[in-house]
């Protein structure tokens, strides 16, 4: 096995994995602490190191609000269960779960992006182990990047000291990660040449910011887009991932300057970074790409329906349970209708009239599902390869249904991991899930055989012809039938708004 090799900062150890024929490098630094002057700077090179670091420790996480703090939050029941994971500004590590037994076998590599909001998560919560991915002859990476304030702040001062790289410093991160297992992978036996990105949620959005960037092209071969709803819907109206320009994003960096009595940005940067983050939370901000002219050309939408994404194939899907813009309590599906609908507000509500479901139900839209089917039609007309999933089996435990990265127990294969009551179909749809996963990152085409060397359900990828998705349900199989006329009419109005 695997168990040293060299990096461009110096040699490595690891150890063997629950699985022996897995080695697990954990806490490289792929770029320097980012704090003191390296805070709101461009990533910077790691530092060498003499001897042989021995990586068996995960590395700090992110400065964020401490995961599991409070015990009865949803995601702290579920994997957010250490209130005391160390944290620091010194989080650019990388951590890799490789099955070669030797440095020249070119293996596939699949480089995943954690969700949170861009607001906090880190790349070692427990359902993200890699050993699962790795038995499969792939190699799961997982990079930290900076969070909240620290990830997304811009100022003036900012860009003036770097105009070439003013903002989206989380975005930056990633793609130091990427560019640092590009460089490096083949020494712990993989394929620098085949990387497959994937992220959920927030991590999805990243997902897109690298596809959309024009700094990242070559870097990466697949991407994989996990519930994100990867265009901002226009009707209805909702909350996407908030895009700001440069001139925007400085201002709130002037404010917040303000808010934690800084003066210039060396002051700033001579803080305590736990009175920074404090303060961030105490603002209830929240912060997202910016549009920079440098990293970001465009927004994601723009970048999208002007066909200059990265020509790569793309995996995209959600769950049946997240994000659901429906009547507030109160609210009529007439009023909500006509707050969300605008001009198409008559329209709508007399095609949710013919659905022959409850009127508050009808008027209901996945916020996530509608914007990835828009993505679904565009690449389809763009000429895209593009495979679309839905994810929606019975999850047993509560009455949250399958809700918003309920699919990442399923694609890590961590089943085990989960306090969930799982069963036996459970674990089998899991295994599936995580070979399609596997499949895709080796040669672009999810479908193969299951363990037992029967064919898996086919997975058709999605075209104009064929406008279907693969259900992971408590069965898989394809949709069935057409497309229905609330989904159809949604699909256009968005995309003739989006391409005003």
Not at 196 to 203: H, N, P, R
Request: overall charge negative; some cysteine; charged content about 25%.
């Amino acid at each position: 096995m695997l168990r040293m090799t060299k990096t461009e900062n110096g040699l490595v150890k690891g150890f063997p994995g629950t699985d022996a024929r897995i080695t697990v490098y954990k806490g490289i630094p792929f770029a320097a602490d980012t704090s003191g002057e390296n805070r709101w700077r461009p990533p910077q090179p790691a530092q060498d190191w003499e001897g042989v670091r021995e990586c068996y420790d995960f590395g700090p996480i992110a400065m964020q609000k401490i995961p599991g703090l409070d015990p009865d939050a949803f995601y702290s029941k579920e994997w957010h269960v250490d209130p005391e994971v160390p944290m620091s500004e010194d989080a650019l590590r990388v951590n890799i779960w490789t099955p070669a037994k030797t440095a020249d076998e070119k293996l596939p590599v699949m480089l995943w992006i954690h969700g949170g909001g861009l607001q906090e998560g880190y790349a070692h919560e427990m359902e993200f182990d890699g050993e699962r991915i790795a038995s499969r002859g792939v190699i799961l990476a997982s990079i930290g990047y900076r969070l909240n304030v620290f990830g997304l702040l811009c100022h003036p001062e900012i860009s003036a000291e770097n105009p070439d790289a003013p903002a989206n410093f989380a975005f930056q991160d990633q793609k130091a990660g990427i560019e640092w297992v590009k460089r490096n992978i083949a020494n712990f036996g993989g394929d620098p040449d085949n990387i497959t990105i994937f992220g959920q949620s927030a991590g999805a959005f990243s997902v897109m910011a690298q596809l959309c960037s024009p700094q990242t092209k070559g870097l990466f071969q697949k991407a994989i887009v996990e519930s994100i709803g990867a265009i901002g819907i226009l009707y209805p109206n909702s909350r996407p991932m908030p895009t700001m320009t440069l001139e925007e994003a400085e201002q709130l960096g002037v404010e917040f300057f303000e808010r934690i009595g800084a003066k210039s940005l060396a002051e700033a940067r001579a803080m305590d970074a736990q009175y920074i983050e404090d303060k961030f939370i105490e603002g209830d901000y929240f912060w997202g790409a910016v549009v920079d002219g440098k990293y970001l050309v465009k927004s994601t939408n723009e970048t999208i329906v002007a066909n200059e994404v990265h020509n790569v194939p793309i995996m995209v899907g959600n769950t049946t349970n997240e994000f659901i813009l429906a009547p507030d309590e109160g609210e009529t599906p007439e009023a909500f209708v006509e707050r969300t609908m605008g001009k198409y507000a008559e329209e709508y509500l007399d095609i949710c009239k013919r659905t022959g479901l409850p009127l508050d139900e009808a008027v209901a839209v996945g916020q996530m599902d509608l914007g990835n089917k828009v993505m679904y039609a565009l690449c389809a007309e763009q000429g895209r390869t593009l495979y679309s999933y839905l994810f929606g089996p019975t999850i047993p435990g509560d009455d949250a249904g399958a809700f918003h990265s309920a699919d990442l127990w399923f694609q890590f294969e961590t089943l085990m991991k989960c306090w969930r009551p799982f069963d036996g179909h459970h674990y089998d749809l899991a295994r599936m899930i995580c070979n399609y996963w596997t499949n895709f990152a080796k040669n672009g085409d999810p479908n193969g055989l299951d363990n037992n060397g029967t064919p898996m359900p086919e997975w058709r990828p999605y075209t104009t012809e064929d406008p279907h998705s693969i259900e992971f349900f408590d069965t898989i199989q394809m949709e069935e039938g057409d497309v229905s006329e609330k989904d159809a009419f949604l699909v256009k109005i968005n995309l003739d708004e989006l391409r005003k």
